[in-house]
């Protein structure tokens, strides 16, 4: 049986790692070893990042409604208590683009919980 040499395969893996780190900084992309130790760093960070992505925009909206809520005298907790009260099912996503974009459906939701929260609490 044949001696199977492997350079048509390893060139292939050695070309692609390096493409895949083009832009590193430096050795980072041009020597095979460090490329290889910055791919698999970038890949884990990738797999972090996608599930922080989710976090940091539950964050950005919570902000955004918040800072909505306290124009309308009340805080953010108070408010989605008594959305919650009143049977409003909106995620934060979407109460945080309402916020923004069409302040008067915001307002008639804000009063919507303001009343909701004052029934609950007498």
Do not use: C
């Not at 599930?51 to 909505?68: E, M, P, T, V, Y």
């Not at 306290?70 to 989605?80: A, L, W």
């Amino acid at each position: 049986m044949p001696r199977v040499k492997s350079g048509k395969t390893t060139r292939k893996w050695h070309k692609k790692v390096l493409k895949l780190t083009k832009g590193a900084w430096g050795a980072r992309s041009k020597r095979f070893a460090k490329a290889v130790e910055t791919m698999q760093h970038a890949g884990n960070y990738a797999y972090r990042d996608r599930r922080n992505r989710k976090r940091d925009f539950r964050r950005l909206w919570i902000q955004r409604i918040n800072a909505a809520t306290r124009e309308h005298g009340i805080s953010y907790s108070v408010f989605m208590n008594g959305l919650k009260r009143a049977n409003v099912a909106i995620d934060r996503r979407q109460l945080s683009e309402l916020a923004i974009n069409d302040p008067a459906a915001f307002t008639r939701l804000a009063e919507m919980a303001k009343s909701a929260a004052a029934a609950a609490a007498s």
